[in-house]
C-alpha cells in the first residue's frame, strides 16, 4: 500500500525500492490508485535513492541524459537540481585508467574510485586544446566525450558546471610538474601548454592581470633553449626566461665576450610570441651590468658615440633604463679625471655658461648630435636646463654677499634666465612655490626709524611692487627693473595682505610711543623737539592712513573689529600726541553741516579728524552715538559736565531719557553720581513791608538716582531739604527707572487723631451719603485713568468703610531723621478687616480727596487729590455741565411719567392707495404722518386678521408679562402686572418695557426713597451739613431727566420674535414669512432703588435673562435650507411708529431672497463657523455669488470682527 511507489517519468529507472512495475501497474490502476492509495514517486524519493548507491559510468550518463528530458515535463522539479547533484556519487570505469593503473589493478585487489558528482564544476569546450591536463573539478575528456557535448551545455545544467576559463586552467597548470620540475617525459604536454598559454596571452587586451597568474613560472627553468644551433632533444636544455635571450637578437658584437643561450626556434615556429617571451623575462639585448663590465675593454669611455649609438638601436628593458640613468659611465667637457651619470651632465648651451655648477657632456662639437641621440640621451636623464633648487641656491648664495661683493651682472642674468621660465607654461612653475622664502629680489625700503630709503634683498613673499606701501616700511622691487614682468612671474603681491597693513599699523604705534616716550624722559627744554616730533608723526600717520584708506574694500569686518579696541589713531591735545582709539574719535564735519545743527557735543567731548575710509570702516563714526555719550556719562559724568555746561547736560539727559541706551538698569548705572539733582532753596520776596511772592533758587550737583527725588508733590517737597530731579516729565520717568523715588513714597505720613471720636453725628451721617452717592464716580474708569486698587469698590462700600467725626487731626511727615507736624482735616486709618475715615467739624474737601485717593488709588498725586475733591465737592448739575456722565454711571430715580394725552377727537377716513398682490398683501392700521393715528376702514379680509390680532394680543397678555419679567428680574412680578394693565397690547408692552430700561416711572416706595436722598428723613427734616444741602437735590435731579420715545427703543424689536409666536398657532412657511435681523441698541436698565449704581450679581442677572432670551428666540426661529428663503414682497402706505428720520426720509429694504452660499470651504459658513448668505433679484444672476468667491477673504475679516 503506502510504502510502495508507482512508476513516474522514469524515475524508476534509478534503482528507487519497492516500485509497482509498469506492466503490472497498468493491469490493476483502479486497485493501485483508489484501493491501496500507492503514491507515485518523486525528486525526494529519488534523492533518497541516490544518496545509497553508486551509479556505474552508464548509468550516470543516463542520469544526466534523463534530467533535461523530466525538467521540461515537470518545471518544479528544477529547484532541486542542486541537491540532486550533491546526492550523485559515480564510478568510472577501468578502461579510462592509464596503463600504468591497469596494471597495477592486475596485481592488486580491485580498488573502486567513488567520485562525487558536486565535485564537478566545470567542462571544456570545443576550443580547448586536447591532450592537455585538466583539473579535478572537470569532466575527463572520455567522460565528456560519452556525455556529449550537448547534454553539458543544456540549460537546466547552468548551476551545475559551466565552460572552464583558461584562467583557471593556467592556475592549474603553473603548478603542474611539466611546468615546475622539467621532466623529460612531460616535454610534450610542456610545450603543448607553453603554445596554448602564449596564445591565450597575445588574444588579450589587458595582459597584466594574466602575467600575475604566471608570476609562479618566471624563475623556474620551463622554456626550453639551443646551445649550439640546432633544435634536437639531445642539445635541448630547459632555462628560466631570465637567463635566454630571443632567438632572433644578434648578439655577434660581443662574441668572445661569454656565452649566450636563445631560446629554441621550435618554439616560434610551434606559435610562441616573442612579446610573450619579452613578457616573461627574456631579454633580447645584452644585460647591462655584462656592458659596464667590459666598458674598459671596448674603450667607451672618451667618446661616447659608438656606445649611445648602439644603446640607441637596443631594445632595453625598463631595469636597463633604469641602470643606465644611475650608472657614471659618461664623461664631461674639459673633465677628464671621472666619468658622470647622465643626470649629473648638460647638453652645451650658452646660456647656462652663467652657472659654474653646469658641467657639459664630452662631444665632437665638430660633428654635431644628431636629435635621435639627443633625444636618448635626454631619455637616459641628461639635463637641459639646470633644477630650479641649483639656480635658487647659487641665487641666494649670491644674494647673501655684501653690496660690494656681489656679481650685480651675474645676478641680473640670473634673475632674468629664472623669471623667463616662470609663468604659466614656464619649466619652473609648479616648483617655484617652494622657494618663495629664498631673498633674491632686489629691493627698497624706508627705515621707520630714521625715514631713509635703503637697498635690500627680499622674497618674493615679503616684497610687494606698489611704491604707495613705502609710507609702511614694506619693501618694494627696485624701480629699475621690469617690476611687473618680476612681479607676476615671481609672484609677488602688488600689497601687502591686510592682516599684515594691521599688524605693521600697530608696530607704527608702538614705534611712536616709544619715540615719545624717550623723549618725555630727555631731559632739557623739549619743546622743539617734541613739536617736531610731533609733526612728523602726524605727517606720518596721515600717509598711512591714506595708504590704508585706498585698501579700504580689502579690509573685513571681522579683521578690523579687534582694532576698535586699540588706541591707534595719533591726535594732538593740549600740546601733548595722544594715541585714541577709534569710539573716542570722530570725523569732522562740513561747515554746512555745523551751522545747521549743533555739534558742540562732539566738539567738546570727543577728539576730530577729517575724514578717511579706512578708519571709518575701523570704527570712527561722523557723530558720537547716544550709547558712547552715555557710556562717556558713565565713566567720566564730572568731566562731561565741566565740558558742556548744565544746559547741555541736561539736553543731553533728556536724549538719553527719550531712547534709553541699555536694556536693563545694571548696578554700575544705579551707582553711577552722573544723574543732575537741583537743591531747591524757597526765598520769600518782600515788597514794602510785605510778603508778596516766593522765589525759588536751584543749585545742581551730579549724584546717584538713589539719591535724587521725583516731585510728585511739592507740598512735601517744599517741607525737607532733598535733592529733586528736573521737573520734566520724561525725565522724571526716566529717573524713576534708574533708580529715583518720588518725593511721596520717601515721605512716611502719621496721623494722630486727637480728642472726642463720635459715630453718627449729622455731619458723619451726611458725609457717609455723600460718599456712597459719589462712589460710582470715583470708581469709574472713564473718570480717571489713575490705575485703582483691586478691591477699591470694597473700600467705599458702607459695610467697610466708617465715617468718624473727630476734634483734631494732627499730620506728622518724616523725610530720613527730619520730621514736621502740620494740622489736616481728614485721614483714614484701619481698624481690623474694615477702614475708618476721621473727619473734623470743617474739613477741607482737599484732604477728604487726599485720604480717599490713599485708599483707591495705587500712587495719590496731588492732581488726584484735586481731582476726586472736585468730584465729591461739586453738585451733580455742575458735573452734569461739565461733561460729567452723571445720568450713566449714578442712574438718578427718574420723575413719574405724566398723565397720559386725551383721545383725539375722530376724522373721517382719508382714502389710501392701496396695491396689492396675490397670497403677499399686508394693510396698514395707522398713519403717522402727522403724529396722530386715524382708523382706516378695513374689508372682510382686514377684519379677520385684525380680530385674530386681538385674539393674539389678549392671549399674549401673560407672555408679555412673563417676557418682561425674564429682561427685568429685580423689578417684582406685581409691579410689571400693574404697569401692563389688564389685556395689554403690543404697543403698551413696548411702551412699559422702554420705560423700564429707561428708568422713566416711579411708585409710592421710589419717592419715599428719593426724598430721604434728597436730604432729609421721613418727617422732613434738613440736613445737618448745609453744603451738602445746597449742593445736592436729588429730587431735582428727577424733574431734570429727559423723557425718551418708546418707539425709538429697542424692545419693541427684541419682541418680534414673540409677536410671531403669538400672532399664529402654527409656525409660518418659508414662503410667506419675511426674516428681518434688528441689531438692539444698549440702554441702561433701572429698577426700584435707581439712583444706586447695579452690583455686579444684577449686572451678571440682566446678562444671563438677555442671554436667555436671545437663545430661546434662536431656537423658536426656523432652519434655512438649501433653498433658501424668499421674502414676500409688501407695499408700505405708511411707515411704522419710530421709523421717522424727519427732512432726511427712511431707507426701504426691497424684499429679497437668500440663497446660502456654499463658499471655499464647502460649508456654507465662514472660517470661524458663521452662516454665509447671498441675495439678489434675480436668482439665476451669478455676479453676486462669483463677487462673493472672488472676495471670500473680507468676508472671513468680517467674521473674525463678529467673533470678538
Known amino acids: ?299 667607451w669611455n672618451e667618446n661616447p658615440k659608438p656606445l649611445i649609438n648602439y644603446l640607441l638601436n637596443a631594445d632595453l628593458s625598463r631595469q636597463d633604463l633604469l641602470k643606465l640613468r644611475s650608472t657614471c659611465y659618461l664623461p664631461a667637457e674639459n673633465d677628464r679625471s671621472s666619468l658622470y651619470a647622465p643626470s649629473d651632465l648638460y647638453l652645451k648651451n650658452d646660456e647656462l655658461k652663467i652657472f659654474p655648477f653646469v658641467k657639459f657632456l664630452q662631444w665632437n662639437s665638430s660633428e654635431g648630435m644628431p636629435s635621435a641621440h639627443r633625444e636618448f640621451l635626454i631619455k637616459l636623464g641628461l639635463r637641459v636646463d639646470p633644477p630650479l633648487s641649483s639656480i635658487m641656491t647659487f641665487m641666494e648664495r649670491e644674494s647673501s654677499k655684501t653690496a660690494e661683493a656681489r656679481d650685480h651682472e651675474t645676478h641680473g642674468a640670473a634673475l632674468r634666465y629664472l623669471t623667463s621660465r616662470l609663468g604659466p607654461s614656464g619649466l619652473y612653475e609648479s616648483d617655484f612655490k617652494h622657494y618663495r622664502h629664498f631673498k633674491f629680489l632686489p629691493c627698497i625700503r624706508q627705515d621707520l626709524e630714521t625715514g631713509e630709503v635703503v637697498n635690500e634683498m627680499q622674497s618674493p613673499s615679503a616684497c610687494y611692487y606698489n611704491p604707495s606701501c613705502l609710507v609702511m616700511g614694506f619693501s618694494v622691487l627696485d624701480p629699475t627693473l621690469d617690476q611687473i614682468q618680476i612681479a607676476n612671474r615671481t609672484k609677488c603681491e602688488k600689497d601687502p595682505p591686510t592682516q599684515i597693513l594691521l599688524k605693521r599699523l600697530m608696530q607704527l604705534v608702538s614705534i611712536s610711543q616709544a619715540k615719545i616716550q624717550y623723549l618725555e624722559n630727555k631731559a632739557g627744554n623739549i619743546s622743539d623737539e617734541r613739536k617736531k616730533l610731533n609733526s612728523t608723526i602726524l605727517t606720518l600717520f596721515e600717509q598711512a592712513f591714506l595708504y590704508l584708506s585706498t585698501r579700504a574694500s580689502d579690509f573685513d569686518t571681522r579683521s578690523v573689529s579687534a582694532m576698535s579696541k586699540i588706541p591707534f589713531i595719533p591726535c594732538k591735545t593740549r600740546g601733548q600726541l595722544v594715541f585714541y582709539l577709534p569710539s573716542q574719535v570722530f570725523f569732522k564735519k562740513s561747515s554746512s553741516t555745523s551751522e545747521n545743527g549743533d555739534t558742540s557735543l562732539a566738539e567738546s567731548l570727543f577728539q576730530e579728524i577729517e575724514y578717511n575710509a579706512f578708519l571709518s570702516i575701523a570704527g570712527v563714526k561722523l557723530e558720537p552715538s547716544l550709547t558712547e555719550l552715555f557710556e562717556l556719562m558713565l565713566k567720566k559724568p564730572d568731566e562731561v559736565l565741566d565740558c558742556l555746561g548744565e544746559p547741555k547736560y541736561k539736553q543731553l539727559l533728556r536724549k538719553i531719557a527719550a531712547d534709553p541706551p541699555f536694556k536693563h538698569v545694571s548696578k554700575d548705572i544705579r551707582t553711577c553720581p552722573f544723574l543732575l539733582g537741583y537743591l531747591v532753596m524757597d526765598e520769600e520776596l518782600e515788597s514794602d513791608g510785605k510778603t508778596s511772592a516766593t522765589e525759588q533758587k536751584a543749585q545742581f550737583v551730579l549724584a546717584r538716582a538713589e539719591d535724587i527725588f521725583i516731585v510728585d508733590n511739592s507740598f512735601l517737597r517744599r517741607q525737607f531739604s532733598m535733592l529733586v530731579s528736573p521737573m520734566e516729565q520724561q525725565l522724571e520717568e526716566f529717573y524713576n527707572l534708574i533708580g529715583s523715588k518720588y518725593v511721596s513714597q520717601v515721605v512716611k505720613k502719621e496721623f494722630q487723631v486727637e480728642g472726642r471720636a463720635q459715630r453718627n453725628t449729622p455731619l458723619s451721617i451726611s458725609f457717609a451719603e455723600r460718599i456712597e452717592e459719589r462712589a460710582p464716580l470715583l470708581l469709574s ?56 475715615l476721621c473727619i473734623t467739624e470743617n474739613f477741607d474737601w482737599f484732604d477728604v480727596g487726599t485720604a480717599i485717593g490713599a485708599l483707591i488709588l495705587e500712587r495719590c498725586q496731588l492732581e488726584d487729590a484735586f481731582f476726586l475733591s472736585s468730584l465729591l465737592e461739586a453738585s451733580l448739575d455742575t458735573l452734569r455741565s461739565r461733561g460729567f456722565p452723571v445720568d450713566r454711571i449714578l442712574r438718578p430715580v427718574a420723575p413719574p411719567p405724566p398723565p397720559p394725552p386725551p383721545p383725539p377727537r375722530p376724522q373721517p377716513p382719508k382714502p389710501q392707495p392701496v396695491e396689492a398682490k396675490p397670497n403677499h398683501s399686508i394693510s396698514s392700521n395707522t398713519s403717522s404722518m402727522n403724529g396722530s393715528t386715524e382708523p382706516v376702514k378695513p374689508n372682510s379680509t382686514n377684519q379677520s386678521k385684525q380680530s385674530g390680532q386681538r385674539e393674539g394680543d389678549e392671549n399674549g397678555g401673560a407672555g408679555f408679562e412673563q417676557i418682561l419679567s425674564q429682561m427685568f428680574p429685580h423689578f417684582p412680578p406685581d409691579a410689571i402686572r400693574e404697569l401692563l394693565g389688564p389685556n395689554p397690547s403690543k404697543d403698551k408692552a413696548r411702551e412699559v418695557a422702554n420705560q423700564l430700561a429707561s428708568g422713566n416711572f416711579q411708585n409710592e416706595t421710589q419717592n419715599n426713597i428719593g426724598i430721604e436722598a434728597a436730604g432729609g428723613d421721613q418727617n422732613g427734616s434738613p440736613k445737618p451739613q448745609k453744603d451738602i444741602e445746597s449742593t445736592h437735590n436729588p429730587k431735582k435731579e428727577e424733574m431734570k431727566a429727559p423723557k425718551k420715545k418708546p418707539s425709538s427703543s429697542f424692545m419693541g424689536k427684541m419682541l418680534g420674535s414673540f409677536r410671531h409666536q403669538s400672532h399664529s398657532a402654527k409656525p409660518p412657511s418659508s414662503e410667506n414669512t419675511r426674516v428681518i435681523h434688528q441689531h438692539a441698541g444698549h440702554a441702561h436698565n433701572s429698577g426700584p432703588d435707581s439712583n444706586k449704581p447695579s452690583s455686579p450679581a444684577n449686572d451678571a442677572a440682566h446678562q444671563k435673562s438677555l442671554e436667555s432670551i436671545l437663545q430661546q428666540s434662536i431656537e423658536s426661529s426656523r432652519s434655512v435650507g438649501g433653498a433658501g428663503v424668499s421674502s414676500p414682497e409688501t407695499i408700505l402706505k405708511s411707515l411704522p411708529q419710530g421709523m421717522e428720520l424727519g427732512s432726511d426720509g427712511c431707507e426701504v429694504i426691497p424684499s429679497q431672497h437668500i440663497h446660502p452660499f456654499v463658499g471655499p470651504y464647502g460649508t456654507r459658513k465662514s472660517r470661524n463657523g458663521i452662516r454665509v448668505f447671498t441675495a439678489a433679484q434675480d436668482t439665476s444672476s451669478l455676479v453676486a455669488p462669483q463677487f462673493l468667491s472672488d472676495n471670500f477673504d473680507a468676508v472671513d475679516q468680517f467674521a473674525d470682527i463678529l467673533e470678538k
Not at 254 to 277: M, N, Q, R
Not at 807 to 818: M, Q, T
Not at 819 to 835: E, P, R, Y
Open 1 to 299: 500500500g503506502k510504502d510502495a511507489r508507482l512508476c513516474h517519468h522514469g524515475l524508476e529507472a534509478f534503482g528507487v525500492p519497492n516500485v509497482v512495475r509498469r506492466v503490472v501497474h497498468e493491469n490493476a490502476k483502479e486497485y493501485h490508485s483508489m484501493v491501496a492509495g500507492c503514491p507515485r514517486l518523486n525528486i525526494n524519493d529519488l534523492i533518497m535513492s541516490l544518496r545509497e548507491q553508486v551509479l556505474e559510468e552508464a548509468m550516470l550518463i543516463r542520469f544526466l541524459k534523463w534530467w533535461p528530458k523530466f525538467c521540461r515535463i515537470d518545471n518544479g522539479v528544477e529547484r532541486f537540481g542542486i541537491r540532486l547533484k550533491e546526492a550523485v556519487r559515480y564510478q568510472t570505469n577501468s578502461e579510462n585508467a592509464s596503463p600504468k593503473k591497469q596494471t597495477e589493478k592486475e596485481e592488486e585487489p580491485e580498488v573502486v574510485q567513488v567520485n562525487r558528482l558536486e565535485s564537478i564544476l566545470y567542462y571544456t569546450d570545443r576550443k580547448f586544446p586536447d591532450g592537455l591536463p585538466l583539473p579535478e573539478t572537470t569532466f575527463s575528456p572520455s567522460l565528456q566525450k560519452r556525455i556529449g557535448q550537448r547534454t553539458l551545455e543544456n540549460n537546466f545544467y547552468r548551476d551545475w558546471w559551466s565552460v572552464l576559463p583558461f584562467e583557471i586552467w593556467t592556475s592549474f597548470i603553473v603548478y603542474h610538474s611539466c611546468m615546475t620540475k622539467g621532466l623529460y617525459p612531460e616535454n610534450t604536454i610542456r610545450r603543448m601548454s607553453i603554445v596554448a598559454i602564449s596564445k591565450h596571452f597575445d588574444s588579450l587586451e589587458r595582459k597584466g592581470r594574466y602575467l600575475e597568474l604566471l608570476a609562479p613560472i618566471k624563475d623556474s627553468p620551463f622554456l626550453p633553449c639551443d646551445t649550439d644551433g640546432t633544435d634536437s632533444n639531445t642539445t635541448t636544455a630547459l632555462k628560466c626566461p631570465s637567463e635566454l635571450y630571443l632567438a632572433s637578437s644578434d648578439l655577434s658584437a660581443f662574441e668572445g665576450c661569454g656565452d649566450f643561450h636563445k631560446v629554441a626556434k621550435s618554439l616560434t615556429k610551434e606559435g610562441v610570441s616573442e612579446e610573450f617571451l619579452l613578457a616573461m623575462g627574456v631579454r633580447k639585448t645584452i644585460s647591462m651590468d655584462f656592458l659596464f663590465g667590459h666598458l674598459d675593454t671596448l674603450k
Open 781 to 836: 474708569s472713564s473718570i480717571s485713568s489713575r490705575p485703582l486698587i483691586s478691591n477699591a469698590s470694597k473700600v467705599l462700600n458702607k459695610q467697610y468703610l466708617e465715617i468718624v467725626q473727630v476734634d483734631d487731626i494732627k499730620a506728622k511727615y518724616s523725610f530720613g531723621r527730619n520730621s514736621k507736624l502740620l494740622n489736616v482735616t481728614c485721614c483714614s486709618k484701619k481698624s481690623g478687616q474694615n477702614m475708618v
